[in-house]
């Protein structure tokens, strides 16, 4: 016998719950991020001994971050949000314990693995956001997705300012004080595991799912109810599984509005990487000079606390007005918004490029930085979301995902050489470049929308 549709109401607080769910966990896992990226270059180049491999935290980060999206997206689309959630936050988990070690041992190998699981820990973080909205109202997803996106604020901010508690826990422990802020990272990590592996019941995108199929059947569809605890098999129009590459790809290029989504979250996460990555390095060469970065030792005191705030308020740009660019994102519309975004990463390049000489001008940049990031990955993600087919939905998430994990990848292999060979100038010029193409496309897209709604 079928069981009645859940009430309106009931969907609703269910959504609620997850939401707040989804948040609270994003506050835990924001601390296993926040001391990898503050600290990463540094400890890179103070562990391999050269600052050739500044970049390689960074890049291992986001590259694991671009393998795992698409294998977590397929775990999802099969078992549901939950599973992916717990499975990347815990390999994020044994990642920051690996880093611990890494500095215990002095080994630069177990540095780059626990990076990798960092990684795996960013994909689920990212997926978190597209868990927000498989029950929201239409109207309201991009609020519903930006909730979750700011709740990172508050782990994301602590984690680089983590350095000099972390340090003293460290001594506490025994440990090496560089050490320290991962013991702290680690069990943030750890409760966010456990809060969705017990919290995220009932599964949202399982009950979006189910409740689809109830709703088609109740209005005479053929679509069959699954049995209970399971979603119903989708596949390609070529007979393809549910979880093809191909799938999402096709999905993705069917349709315009989702290519200027993919465009607009994957250049604004290699800008953002690419500049954010190297800007430690800026900042301590800039504060004890050339041969501090090339002598690879460790920086300073003082200079870690520079670091420390200035990725503080860079997090806090890409963050802290998460809810505001929902706001845009849902009255304004998904497209002006990627525009606005666009429009503030170029101004951020601009100044932290053209003021680097100061740390104020670059810790500006970096705040201007974060919230082009976030408008252009609220809105791009919103847009996608809306774009493709339910039946596609997960999949072409999860290739969204993984695209925005290679961009970043690749600019975080690239910042390096590039920051070497045009400097910190040179850098942001490059990221300027790629804000400017994907800026043109954006207004390419808008005007014949424009121009329709003139002729009507």
């Keep these: 016998m079928a069981r009645t549709l859940m ?15 989804l948040s609270v966990a994003q506050v835990f896992a924001g601390l296993g991020t926040g001391a990898t990226v503050s600290i990463g270059s540094i400890l890179a180049v103070e562990l391999s001994g050269s600052t050739a491999w500044a970049g390689a935290v960074a890049t291992v980060m986001t590259l694991g971050a671009a393998l795992a999206a698409l294998p977590l997206a397929a775990l999802a689309d099969r078992r549901g949000r939950r599973i992916g959630q717990v499975l990347g936050l815990a390999a994020a988990f044994l990642g920051a314990v690996l880093i611990m070690l890494s500095v215990v041992a002095g080994q630069f190998v177990l540095l780059v693995v626990g990076a990798a699981g960092i990684g795996v820990g960013t994909a689920a973080s990212l997926q978190a956001r597209f868990a927000a909205v498989d029950l929201a109202d239409p109207e309201h997803r991009g609020r ?65 799912r189910e409740l689809a199929a109830r709703q088609g059947s109740s209005a005479g569809g053929t679509q069959q109810d699954p049995p209970r ?66 002598a690879g030792h460790a920086a300073s005191g ?8 200035t990725i503080s308020l860079h997090i806090a ?3 802290a007005l998460s809810p505001v660019m929902g706001w845009l994102t849902d009255k304004v519309g998904r497209t002006e918004t990627i525009l606005i975004g666009f429009a503030t990463l170029i101004t951020a390049v601009l100044v932290a490029g053209f003021g680097q000489t100061s740390t104020v001008a670059v810790a500006v940049g970096l705040v201007l930085l974060g919230l082009g990031w976030s408008a252009s990955t609220i809105s791009g993600s919103t847009l996608l979301a809306e ?15 993984m695209f925005m994990g290679v961009a970043g990848a690749v600019g975080g292999a690239t910042s390096g050489l590039v920051l070497s060979w045009a400097g ?17 496309a954006a207004l390419l897209t808008l005007v014949p929308r424009q121009r329709k709604s003139v002729a009507g």
């Design 144 to 208: 519903s997705l930006s909730a979750v996106v700011w709740a990172v604020t508050v782990g994301a901010v602590a984690g680089p300012n983590l350095i000099q508690p972390g340090a003293a826990v460290g001594v506490a422990l025994g440990l090496p004080p560089v050490a320290g802020p991962f013991v702290i990272s680690a069990a943030g990590l750890l409760l966010a595991t456990v809060l969705l592996f017990i919290g995220l019941r009932p599964d949202p995108l399982l009950l979006a």
């Design 7 to 21: 009430p309106d109401s009931g969907v609703r607080q269910v959504q609620r719950r997850t939401v707040v769910l």
């Design 302 to 309: 003082d200079v870690l606390v520079i670091i420390g705030f």
């Design 229 to 294: 605890g399971e979603t119903p098999p989708s596949a390609s129009p070529q007979g393809r599984p549910a979880g093809s590459l191909v799938r999402g790809i096709r999905a993705i290029r069917g349709s315009r509005a989702a290519v200027l989504a993919l465009a607009a979250v994957v250049g604004a996460h290699a800008i953002m990487v690419g500049v954010m990555s190297m800007t430690p390095l800026h900042l301590q060469e800039l504060v004890e000079g050339p041969a501090a970065s090339h």
């Design 387 to 401: 774009s493709v087919g339910q039946e596609s939905r997960v999949m072409v998430q999860g290739v969204s995902d």
């Design 424 to 440: 910190y100038l040179g850098l942001n010029m490059l990221g300027g470049v790629v804000a400017v193409a994907v800026l043109a």
């Design 317 to 319: 740009g890409m963050f």
